[in-house]
């Protein structure tokens, strides 16, 4: 077999990059390489379109990986990991119910969101026949922590406790509960989503949080706490954002950053492991299209499994515009089990390590996440840049870049600003204080939408778009299918139809003309159709899909607009809403 094998790669012999590059160039044929086939990523990294073995040699990740590096963490041989489920529930006992339930359809672990617990009682009804199971609690404070701590001297259990309390608010408190705290409660969370909701990219958000973390390693051993045992108290949670091969390495990466952060107080071979939780991003929800987000969910669960956490918590479709119901948990619930177990991805730790291009992204957000902190560090440490306000403005740009980048369409949000259902309607299913609870990619869009609505729900009208199409066959429908994507953004109403003349396109009922063919035809049609609205007593305006170069002629005219790719579809949207009567 061994023969047979080594007869068939000696019909493939090695092929140089060389003539990779050479083979490339001439399926070129001139076109600018750079602009083609480089991925100029918001993290600064210049993706190449393929590589070799050659382009990993020397990354300084993989001087101890990925053998080494799951060896000084302590993780296990497979990449499992535990499914989270969020409890909303206020009332303990409901919580306790609703997380029971959760439990014997499938949930792994509990986080209870919303719960107050304000007495011991309170919390042995909460954690009722939940012993054997992880159970979280996000919104914990200081009375709840010595609440379990109390509980847990009382009735010890095996199974992890865990909380988001943020350790970096009261450090004294911190420190205490460390030293009082048994193994099994791990009392702290540093929160990395707040980052990446906040518009971080792969490298800031790993940067920023391995800098909170090393902040707060550095207060308790100055307070005489050890660094085992300090780093032993706090887990780390992250929002997926839909990169999703950088999002896998971001997991890869802070893995990495993390071990070599707790080794660097050197107090001998502490443990390094991190625990990491990972949660379906909020910020690129839609409210439009919405079972588009459990595609979404599914490709960032999938990138974190791949990228090794330790938890997953996929949020329901529907959560950013309403509360979600059974249906929507099963289906969050249950795209984790099929990954689980009909996907098999839990079988195997580290499935990317040895791919080139993902050990390339992995070691880039390491370095340059490090030398973020770095800099951070030499600015007074990670509270001072929070407190300073060097952070927020950070965060600002890159939250702007990334706005920008969906607001001229340049980033995709299918059913929203790309290839919308302009019949859809969202306003009589919304929950408007759960719309703007968490600020979101698609928030303009889904603004140009709701006004639409809010119209046609007044006035029992929604205005009319004819996409006249003529001449050039392949322009007229490039264009029509670009002006149809244009403003079915806006939720107007489309009518695509094909004309041989100005009069019968004047003849059509609609509020808005916008003329699809190729430029070199817009002149004189527009002239003869504007011509012809004039004498038929009307003033609907005509727009041109395109820019051309008889833009002014076509002004000259009385031609209303042009729409094109380089086009804001929410300054000129609102615009044309405006115009045709459309108001907040």
């Not at 991190?274 to 929800?285: E, G, M, Y």
Request: proline share 3%; glycine share 8%.
């Amino acid at each position: 077999m061994e023969k047979a094998a080594d007869s068939l790669l000696l019909e493939f012999p090695p092929v140089s990059t060389e003539t990779w590059e050479e083979a490339i160039a001439k399926d070129l044929k001139g076109a600018d390489y750079a602009k083609k086939l480089i991925w100029k990523t918001e993290e600064g990294l210049a993706l190449k379109p393929y590589y070799r073995a050659e382009d990993v040699r020397g990354l300084e990740h993989l001087a101890d990986a990925p053998d080494g590096i799951r060896r000084l963490e302590g993780a296990s041989s497979n990449g499992n990991w535990r499914i989270r489920e969020e409890i909303d529930a206020t009332d303990a006992e409901q919580a306790n119910a609703a997380a029971h339930y959760a439990v014997g359809a499938g949930a792994e672990e509990i986080a209870f969101c919303n719960v107050a617990v304000e007495s011991s009682p309170e919390l042995g009804v909460l954690l009722g026949n939940l012993q054997e199971i992880s159970v979280h609690f996000e919104n914990a404070d200081a009375p709840l922590l010595r609440l379990l701590i109390e509980r847990l001297a009382k009735r010890p259990i095996t199974s992890r406790l865990s909380t988001g309390f943020d350790p970096l608010g009261d450090l004294e408190f911190a420190a205490e509960v460390i030293r009082i705290a048994p193994p099994v409660l791990v009392p702290f969370t540093i929160h990395g989503e707040s980052f990446e909701e906040s518009g971080a990219t792969a490298v800031e958000e790993v940067g920023l949080t391995i800098a909170a973390g090393i902040d707060f390693l550095a207060e308790m051993q100055a307070r005489g706490v050890e660094i085992c045992r300090a780093a032993a108290s706090i887990g780390f949670s992250f929002a997926i954002g839909a990169n999703f091969f950088f999002q896998i390495a971001k997991f890869r990466a802070f893995r990495i950053l993390w071990a070599q952060a707790v080794e660097s107080f050197g107090e001998g071979h502490a443990p390094a492991r991190a625990f990491l939780h990972a949660r379906t991003s909020r910020w690129n929800k839609t409210v439009y299209d919405p079972h588009v987000n459990i595609l979404r969910a599914t490709t960032e669960a999938m990138s974190a499994a791949l990228g090794g956490v330790d938890a997953i918590t996929v949020a329901a479709f529907d959560e950013c515009y309403k509360a979600p119901d059974e249906a929507s948990r099963r289906l969050a619930r249950n795209t984790q089990i099929l990954l689980k177990q009909e996907g098999l991805l839990s079988r195997v730790a580290d499935p990317g390590a040895g791919s080139y291009s993902l050990e390339v992204i992995t070691d880039f957000i390491a370095r340059e996440g490090w030398k973020l902190m770095q800099a951070i560090e030499a600015e007074g440490g990670y509270r001072k840049a929070r407190l300073d306000g060097t952070i927020a403005r950070m965060l600002e740009q890159s939250l702007a870049a990334r706005e920008k980048a969906v607001n001229s369409r340049r980033r995709t949000f299918t059913g929203t600003n790309n290839y919308a259902n302009p019949a859809e309607r969202a306003l009589d299913r919304i929950d408007r204080e759960r719309v703007e609870r968490n600020r979101r990619g698609t928030w303009g869009f889904e603004q140009l939408r709701l006004r639409t609505e809010r119209h046609a729900a007044a006035t029992g009208k929604t205005p009319r778009v004819l996409l006249a199409e003529f001449g050039d066959a392949k322009m007229r429908a490039a264009r029509s299918g670009f002006a149809a994507n244009f403003f079915a953004c806006a939720g107007f109403a489309l009518l695509t139809k094909r004309f041989d003349t100005a009069d019968a396109i004047a003849a059509s009922d609609a509020e808005l003309i916008v003329l699809c063919s190729a430029d070199a035809e817009y002149a004189a049609m527009a002239e003869e159709l504007i011509a012809r609205l004039k004498a038929l007593g009307r003033t609907t305006p005509v727009v041109v899909a395109g820019n051309p170069e008889s833009a002014e002629q076509l002004r000259a005219a009385g031609e209303a607009d042009f729409i094109h790719v380089r086009s804001n579809p929410i300054e000129v949207l609102t615009a044309w809403q405006q115009r045709l009567g459309i108001g907040d």
